[in-house]
T-cell receptor, first 116, second 113 residues
């Protein structure tokens, strides 16, 4: 497929468990973004990569959240010791160019995380 | 920090009626402006965007939006609603020179026959 893919689509975790969410961006896209979308809310920015460099992680809510993109392609968002407030849909987006707020971001279908 | 306000969490229209979804942003410098649509269990899809130039922007599926600097608004319209337009719509802004998007809370569009 040509779009952004995310896995798993659904994840149920017990409070305190660690989870890892994967994002496969569109091939060749330089920029990659993670957003968190709580129920009934708009997506909120978590972190931004340009190739393998994490240029902005100001949106990560706590040090339990960690993201990486080691080879400048696939990215993983890891949440340690999950809490109930982490329950949300996690969206990944990619864009062709680096920098420049005018570039279209292409979104994946999201991973719905439920923490019990 | 940027903020985006979408008036009305739900908007209901009849099929064939005008669609108007409101979006206001807070910025002294005009940002880049976007409208995205989200269907159930799907990712966001770009409808249209304003970066520079003509203030009336046409997008996919017959939607358009007008950037009004004096009103800090970017309202989304469609002359005639179709059942397939029922979805959630998000307005978003991006500061010039900065990549991340700031989204509004979304407006759910309901279309009745």
């Amino acid at each position: 497929g040509a779009g952004v893919s995310q896995s798993p689509r659904y994840k149920v975790a017990k409070r305190g468990q660690d989870v890892a969410l994967r994002c496969d961006p569109i091939s060749g896209h330089v920029s990659l973004f993670w957003y968190q979308q709580a129920l009934g809310q708009g997506p909120e920015f978590l972190t931004y990569f340009q190739n393998e460099a994490q240029l902005d992680k100001s949106g990560l809510p706590s040090d339990r959240f960690f993201a990486e993109r080691p080879e400048g392609s696939v990215s993983t968002l890891k949440i340690q010791r999950t809490q109930q407030e982490d329950s949300a849909v996690y969206l990944c987006a990619s864009s062709l160019a680096g920098g420049g707020g005018y570039n279209e971001q292409f979104f994946g279908p999201g991973t719905r995380l439920t923490v019990l | 920090a940027q903020s985006v306000t979408q008036l009305g969490s739900h908007v209901s229209v009849s099929e064939g009626a005008l669609v108007l979804l409101r979006c206001n942003y807070s910025s002294s410098v005009p940002p880049y402006l976007f409208w995205y649509v989200q269907y159930p269990n799907q990712g966001l899809q770009l409808l249209l965007k304003y970066t520079t130039g003509a203030t009336l922007v046409k997008g996919i599926n017959g939607f358009e939006a007008e950037f009004k600097k004096s009103e800090t608004s970017f309202h989304l319209t469609k002359p005639s609603a179709h059942m397939s337009d029922a979805a959630e719509y998000f307005c978003a802004v991006s500061d010039r020179g900065y990549s991340t998007l700031t989204f509004g809370k979304g407006t759910m569009l309901l279309v009745s026959p």
